[in-house]
């Protein structure tokens, strides 16, 4: 232990090297902010703008790094916050969390293996710079799911609204869109908002990368993913938000658009036209009986065709039925159509086959100068309803889960002793 005497030496020898320090050095130990009882240093605000600046493309000067200090800065408290509530919970997070997620990044950015740490190391960023702000993500993703998932419910009947949507806009226009979203959580912090959201939109038409800026500085789920939201339905975000999709080309980005939640930042990547509920993925094994009817066919002979159809539907019970009546028929057109994916099959065969329980002959379906009976021996492959189901279930439970994350750090913030100091 120390006594005075020898303390006070000690102390003066400290102070005296620290004004010998270069002022640059001197001003990275300041504080830049306290939150509850931890330091966020200057040191660290400046290396994560560091890391910001080279993964989103960002010109580093001194002018823009002054204007997404305060930003950042939040950033950084919000992180702190989110790992003292995962302290508080007993939560942590592995090297193989953290592992599993800087190979993501360097998929997601068409980086070969190690490639991530060539590009730090370009950019004269430590690597643990990038690992905490990983670890306060996989950190908060656990908070929030420990929290919150067992008491979100979601019903059968949202899922049949959802599906009825889907159904309902086929045909109809749909989007492939990426969002920055920055929420507004204080209505005096409107100005300060905007004013961001409108140096990222010029930053990002300057080339800043939109993903990279997604991942950093939106506040929505889908920045774990550079912003995308998938493909979405028309009138599916409402409002405003609808209509600078409208008004975007493939490739363009919106302004900045508020809504009742924040402001947002649109990139529409692609359009086209809603196919309503996915195609199965659907394998079947095919037999077709084929009953001919040439053009200029007398119509009373037509309808003895048809009822002769009628009636091999009737009798074939299996496919060995199916294969003998074919060879009864004399017709070169019937027979075994093999191993068939259903999504390859004229819209009328599929939409004749993809409900038909196996070893039962379809009813008779006219086509070109003829009519054939369709009988499926076997099905391999999924419920594209169920598996849509599946999907939309967890879309809206992660919808549900982000509102309620958003709703918890507010909290956070509110009850947080939070000093700063810049």
């Known amino acids: 232990m120390l006594t005075h005497t020898t303390a006070l030496p000690l102390i003066f020898f400290l102070a005296a090297v620290f004004l010998q320090m270069p002022a640059e050095a001197q ?10 009882d931890e330091v966020i240093s200057v040191y660290d605000l400046e290396s994560r703008l560091s890391l910001v600046m080279a993964s989103s493309q960002i010109k580093d000067d001194p002018r823009a790094r002054k204007r997404l200090a305060p930003r950042i800065l ?18 942590r997070v592995t090297k193989q969390n953290i592992d599993r997620a800087l190979l993501r990044i360097e998929e997601q950015n068409n980086l070969p293996k190690g490639g991530l740490d060539s590009f730090l190391r370009r950019s004269g960023i430590n690597k643990p710079v990038l690992i905490e702000q990983i670890e306060a993500d996989i950190a908060w993703s656990k908070v929030v799911s420990r929290k919150f998932s067992s008491s979100i419910m979601i019903g059968d009947d949202e899922i049949d609204e ?23 959580d204080n209505q005096q912090d409107e100005g300060e908002v905007l004013a961001l959201a409108g140096r990222l939109a010029q930053q990002i038409r300057n080339g800043a990368d939109f993903q990279a800026v997604a991942r950093t500085f939106s506040q929505s789920a889908s920045a774990a993913v550079g912003g995308d939201l998938g493909w979405i339905k028309q009138e599916q975000l409402g409002g405003k938000l609808d209509e600078a999709i409208n008004r975007l080309q493939p490739g363009e980005i919106s302004s900045p658009i508020q809504s009742m939640l924040g402001y947002h930042i649109l990139l529409l990547r692609k359009r086209r036209i809603d196919q309503g509920l996915p195609v199965p993925d659907i394998t079947v094994s095919l ?20 009822e002769l159809a009628r009636t091999m539907s009737e009798v074939a019970v299996n496919c060995q039925d199916m294969e003998r009546l074919g060879k009864e028929s004399g017709s070169g057109l019937s027979g075994n159509l ?26 008779p379906l006219r086509i070109n100068e003829g009519l054939v009976v369709l009988m499926v021996c076997d ?44």
């Open 379 to 422: 099905r391999e492959g999924g419920d594209s309803v169920t598996a849509e189901r599946d999907r939309l279930r967890q879309t809206l439970m992660m919808e549900r889960l982000e509102i309620a994350a958003r709703r918890f750090l507010r909290d956070l913030r509110g009850t947080a002793f939070v000093d700063i100091r810049v």
């Open 162 to 184: 959802a599906l009825a949507k889907i159904t309902a806009n086929k045909g109809k226009p749909e989007y492939r869109v990426s969002e920055i979203y920055l929420p507004l």
């Open 287 to 306: 037999w077709q009986l084929f009953i001919p009817i040439p053009p200029g066919t007398a119509q009373h002979e037509v309808e003895g065709q048809i």
């Open 74 to 91: 939040r950033n950084l408290i919000d992180e702190r916050l989110k790992l003292q509530e995962a302290n508080r919970l007993n939560i």
């Open 27 to 36: 001003d990275s130990l300041r504080i830049a902010a306290v939150v509850n």
């Open 338 to 363: 093999g191993r068939i994916n259903t999504s390859k099959l004229p819209p009328n065969i599929r939409d004749a086959v993809k409900d038909l329980p196996t070893n039962k002959a379809s009813s």
